[in-house]
């Protein structure tokens, strides 16, 4: 039998209080975040008011992306970059190559866990509102 670690609602909401608390403080500055599992399912998302539409979809596919490559968004960009790649060679439209997610990884085991994509900022300021949001999950 196989036992497989996985997120609990009482993380995800602590990482998404985390985030919220910290993009809050600059409300002109609108964000999309969303957590996902380690398939990449939906389990927490929230957007700011005002916030526009390319960022709410894009916080979702930054998150599904670390998911499932199992890596920063940021480090699988450029992955791909390296090997002459793009994200439509992976055949999956719901990957994205750009900086603003990261991976969870469960420290014990290493298995990924999901990930936590924030977009609506600069890329490394999502990525970092990212990061806060690993931090806060507590592993």
Known sequence: MYN????????????????????????DRPVAIAIVDDAGNLLSYA???????????FAIRKAYTAALSGVDSAVYAERLKSQGRSVSDMGNPTLVSAQGAVAIIDPETKAVLGGIGVSGLAAQEDEDLSRLGVNALGL
């Open 4 to 27: 497989k670690p996985m997120l609990s609602l009482e993380q995800t909401q602590k990482a998404m209080q985390a985030m919220i608390a910290k993009a809050t403080q600059e409300p």
């Open 47 to 57: 957007r700011m008011d005002n916030c526009r539409p390319n960022p709410q979809t």
